[in-house]
């Protein structure tokens, strides 16, 4: 009898100690989990982010002269693209960095002017160094996350077996 109760207590402290890590295995592959699902977000976020910046360009390239409307409606769109960056930029520096580039777009954006070749040639070489801006912005915050998501695997891998 002694022995069976001695068994049943084994058999108890085993079970609790198995339910003991699998709340810590759960929640690491839940973190894990979602932390992927945030970079597939991002990823989206960043093509989403190019096709708008990079049809804006387009779009005002084509443009033969930008009255005030088409000046309202473009510099709206660019503060709106602005904060989009900023919300992902991780540094003061990147930061500045797309401040400058939006300071600059709209100082080249002016009421009543005609967009001649020099002005296009400056839009379309600021066109490329945005699309690598924006690439720069998500992927930095993209590969943090992937470090993230290792560094939770590797400690899920630590973790006794259940």
Do not use: C, N
């Amino acid at each position: 009898m002694k022995m069976f109760v001695s068994l049943v207590a084994i058999g108890a402290l085993a079970t609790l100690a198995a339910a003991a890590e699998t709340p810590a295995h759960a929640q690491l592959e839940a973190q894990i989990k979602a932390t992927e699902a945030e970079i597939k977000v991002l990823h989206e976020q960043r093509d989403v982010t190019l096709k708008r910046v990079l049809g804006w360009y387009t779009a005002v390239i084509k443009h033969d002269v930008i009255t005030a409307e088409i000046l309202y409606a473009e510099r709206k769109e660019l503060a709106a693209q602005e904060d989009l960056l900023l919300a992902v930029a991780k540094t003061e520096e990147a930061r500045k960095a797309i401040h400058a580039r939006y300071d600059g777009i709209r100082a080249l954006l002016r009421v009543d002017s005609k967009l001649d070749h020099a002005a296009i040639e400056k839009l379309e070489a600021l066109r490329t160094e945005h699309k690598l801006e924006i690439h720069a912005a998500y992927d930095s915050k993209i590969e943090f996350l992937k470090a993230e998501v290792e560094a939770l695997k590797a400690k899920l891998k630590s973790l006794p077996k259940k």
